[in-house]
């Protein structure tokens, strides 16, 4: 039985490790209003460079550390320069996007390269622990701390006493007046990077020592704790930062303590969603603090929509329609299925980040909710399955409005991070919520899909089925967009200040968006859940919220018709092709990157 | 210092009315202690150098942000630290400093979110079925909805008729498309679809040519003589001049003049804060002999 003691170390030298994610997340925050959603993927490349010098090179740990840095370093320059400078003039959305979509690069990069099979990264340090007290210290817990205070005191430092610090800290003060003397902000920008790359890899090669093991899906999580730690702390703020890691750490070594380890991330991610909520400017920021700048220039790509005459829509729909009775493979009609399913998710992550521009990473876990509550509900209570499924669509609607709602009262890049953590909790309650979610064995045989008594077992009539029910959807979608809550939608995007002055209630068309487009992503989970008569905490994952956001972007934002066109595209395309799954997500990452670049307003435009 | 200023016209017929106003960013004070009133259908100017607070009085008195001090009444009743879709709703309607229109919006679509509060789908305030009652209206369009739209629409291209030919021609065109000085009319008639009872102008004629400028002076003039009652940030003294019944003058947050366009010109210390700061006295009086 380990002491208090023990876990206020452990949480301390925890906080630590966040710390050197956190304070790289702050230093990018500072000077580009950026939140680095491939912070955490810098975190495992420096692991598994850590790994190689370990295991590999057998370098000694001075070496080890010094390599770890200067890589890591190189590769956030990279990003820099190659991911984010070309989008330095473009709409705020972008430089968003374009972390989201590095990050998937890397993550699979190092995953094709090293398999995604947890591998061993030893300490190099004696395995020995000192009594202090009650507790209990080792020599890697002295090397964190000791390498957590180096780094603070070095940026300390250079911040304060070196030129480029100076230009750092005019920068994140007031970007235009410190270009206007002259700083040269792109210096500035790769200086940060350069650092926060380093500091991030730093991290993860001490977690990887740490729990000696390192594996690929270490990536998301740290990027998640690091902006839990920064947005504690306050965004922007460095030293608001270091302490907001601390607190994180001592936080979840506590709450381990006390309820045990399934917990873990779910201490971190409600610490989140109350800051969030009550001091949305972090536990530090004087409440009276002037409001921030508002914010002008556009959230999304200025354009005018790709029309598409009458005509055409009905060929394709008719098209759409016979297909069965074509002779095709049962395996196209499958996957045009998968497809319809994903169209539905995207066709409500469409109006949620593209209507009303609340970006949310979040969304698949909207697909959760309806699969679970239209499967159990099938099983338990005999519902039928038809009904089911719609009562899964008003749960998702309810609950995923419900728990979102909290993230109302925030913009931007916020938005992502607050839903991508509802996401991440929603998935962490299914896990530990036994008695009703039959928790990590997951619900099984559930009873497959049917109307009104009739059961869809033929591949035909499972296409027509969800077909249908994708082209209801996408009409009704139309309707909305076409009605005064359409407009007020994408007023709501282009200026929320503007729009509060005209009378438009932020949190009621929030709301209207999240439980309209929470009823088809619902209603498409509950279809999946009775097509694949299995399901998990794992089924519907951030790997689906990413590709929807990809959908959603190829076929334009907001754009109905562009959602349903993006999800043949991404999800017919690689099965015709016959591209292997562990490539798939490489490929939704480098469209997502080229679209950014090149085709911001997405194939049919933005709406 | 107070009692040099001119006493505010006498409050009970007033619209707006401001008491004691104060707004503090950090150790600096951006509104201080301002008087204001407002009669109806008057026209009142406020001027000053930048930076001297005239932004953050409108932004007080519209609900974007809140005063630290002081009390805003309309029609007599205390607003003070409303939220700014109440304002809204109750017939405060403002143009930008910096032209916020919605980019990705038509000129149409613009417009008729001036007149989002006056809706009949959004009228029910219930908590939880009113915005669930706003969807099912939206979705199944009933015949009022419809026609209430269409009605709407109508209003608009009256509206926008009254900028001539500026807009009609550009109606269904994106926002984002339109010239600088079209996104300020595109802002004005947003304001007006409203059907405010008080228009706030932030410079309505920034970035305009002379002519544009004519033009915008006329349409203002229009509104205060159909009743309307106006508060205009400007800069252009000859029509702060011609258009205004009164003309306050703010410095660092303080009211430093009230009354009479030609008093408040001739007043010494409106010459050394606000001519001083920008103009030269040769070019002012240039420009009064322009005007």
């Not at chain 1, 270009?179 to 650092?195: S, Y």
Request: contains cysteine; proline residues 4%.
């Amino acid at each position: 039985m380990s002491s208090w003691l023990d876990y206020t170390i452990n949480g301390l030298i925890l906080g630590n490790v966040y710390a050197l994610v956190a304070v790289g997340l702050a230093l990018i925050f500072g000077v580009s209003r950026l939140i680095n959603f491939a912070q955490g993927s810098i975190y495992l490349v420096g692991a598994y460079i850590g790994w190689v010098a370990v295991v590999g090179l057998r370098t000694p740990l001075f070496i080890t550390i010094v390599l770890v840095a200067v890589t890591s370093a190189l590769v956030g320059l990279i990003i820099e320069r190659f991911g984010l400078r070309p989008l330095q003039n473009s709409v705020r959305i972008a430089p968003l996007l374009a972390t989201i979509g590095i990050s998937f690069v890397l993550d699979q990069i190092v995953m094709l390269t090293f398999s995604p099979n947890p591998r061993a990264l030893p300490s190099q340090l004696p395995d020995i622990r000192f009594q202090i007290g009650t507790g209990t210290i080792g020599p890697l817990d002295i090397l964190i701390a000791c390498i957590g205070i180096t780094s603070a005191l070095l940026l300390f430092v250079f911040l304060r006493y070196s030129k480029l610090g100076w230009a750092v800290r005019a920068t994140a003060q007031d970007r235009d007046a410190a270009m206007q003397m002259g700083v040269d902000v792109n210096r500035v920008n790769q200086a940060v990077f350069g650092i926060a790359a380093a500091l991030g890899g730093l991290s993860g090669l001490l977690v990887g020592m740490y729990y000696n093991q390192i594996d690929t899906a270490m990536s998301l999580h740290a990027t998640l704790k690091g902006v839990v730690a920064e947005v504690v702390g306050g965004a922007g703020n460095v030293p608001g930062a270091v302490v907001g890691s601390l607190l994180l750490g001592l936080v979840e070594s506590y709450g381990v303590a006390v309820f045990g380890t399934s917990y873990r991330n779910l201490f971190a991610f409600l610490l989140l969603i109350v800051v969030l909520v009550f001091r949305p400017n972090g536990i530090f920021a004087n409440a009276k603090q002037a409001p921030p700048e508002p914010l002008t220039g556009t959230f999304i790509a200025p354009s005018r929509p790709v029309r598409i005459p009458r005509w055409a829509l009905l060929v394709a729909f008719a098209a759409f329609a016979l297909l069965p009775l074509l002779p095709v493979s049962s395996y196209v009609l499958q996957t045009l299925v998968n497809a319809w399913l994903f169209a539905m998710l995207a066709l409500s992550l469409t109006l949620v980040a593209g209507t009303i521009g609340q970006v949310s990473l979040g969304h698949a876990a909207l697909l959760a909710i309806g699969a679970y509550t239209s499967a159990l509900l099938s099983l338990d209570f005999s519902v039928p399955v038809s009904v089911a499924i719609i009562c899964g669509g008003l749960m998702s609607a309810a609950l995923g409005t419900l728990l979102i709602s909290p993230s109302f009262r925030l913009r931007g890049h916020y938005v992502s991070i607050a839903t991508l953590a509802i996401g991440e909790i929603i998935s962490l309650v299914i896990l530990n919520w036994e008695t009703v979610t039959r928790g990590p064995i997951g619900v099984s045989g559930i009873p497959p899909l049917s109307l009104f008594g009739y059961e869809f077992v033929s591949a035909a009539s499972i296409y027509w089925f969800s077909f249908a029910i994708m082209v209801l959807l996408g009409l009704l979608q139309v309707r909305l967009l076409g009605s005064h809550i359409g407009r007020s939608f994408r007023a709501i995007r282009d200026d929320d200040v503007a729009a509060r002055a005209y009378g438009l209630s932020l949190n009621r068309y929030k709301a209207l968006a999240f439980i309209f487009g929470g009823f088809a992503a619902g209603v498409s989970g509950g279809i999946a859940a009775h097509l694949y008569s299995y399901i998990n905490h794992e089924t519907f994952n951030t790997q689906q919220s990413i590709l929807a956001l990809t959908i959603v972007i190829l076929g334009g934002l907001g754009n109905v018709a562009g959602a349903i066109v993006g999800s043949v595209a991404l999800v017919g395309l690689p099965e015709v092709f016959r591209v292997a799954a562990e490539y798939r997500i490489l490929i939704y990452g480098i469209v997502l990157l080229l679209l950014v670049r090149f085709r911001p307003q997405g194939l049919l435009g933005t709406i | 210092m107070a009692e040099e200023i001119n006493a505010p016209v006498a409050s009970h017929a007033s619209l707006l009315s401001l008491r004691g106003l104060t707004r503090r960013f950090g150790g600096l004070i951006a509104v201080d202690g301002i008087d204001l009133d407002l009669a109806k259908g008057e026209l009142v100017s406020i001027i000053g150098p930048n930076g001297a607070g005239k932004t953050t009085l409108f932004n007080l008195v519209t609900g974007l942000d809140r005063p630290d001090g002081g009390e805003v009444r309309l029609d007599g009743k205390a607003i003070t630290g409303f939220s700014p879709e109440r304002l809204a709703g109750s017939g405060i309607a403002r143009t930008f400093q910096l032209g916020r229109v919605f980019g990705n919006l038509s000129v149409m679509e613009n417009v008729l979110i001036g007149a989002h509060t006056r809706l009949l789908a959004v009228k029910p305030a219930t908590p939880l079925i009113g915005p669930l009652l706003e969807l099912g209206l939206a979705l199944l369009r009933p015949a009022a909805v419809r026609a209430e739209e269409e009605q709407l629409r109508e209003e608009v291209r009256g509206i926008l008729a009254r900028f001539g030919e500026r807009l009609l021609p550009r109606i269904d065109q994106p926002a984002y498309s339109l010239s600088y000085a079209n996104r300020r009319r595109v802002e004005i008639a947003r304001a007006l679809a409203l059907r405010p009872r008080l228009l706030l102008l932030d410079e309505p004629t920034a970035g305009m040519n002379p002519t544009e400028t004519t033009e915008m002076q006329a349409l203002v003039a229009e509104l205060k003589a159909e009743g309307l009652t106006i508060l205009l940030i400007e800069h252009k003294l000859d029509m702060v001049m011609r258009l205004s019944d009164r003309v306050v003058v703010m410095d660092e947050g303080k009211k430093i003049a009230e009354g009479a366009g030609d008093d408040v010109r001739n007043d010494a210390r409106v010459i050394e804060a606000y001519l001083g700061h920008g103009l030269s006295q040769p070019a002012a009086d240039a420009r009064e002999t322009a005007a």
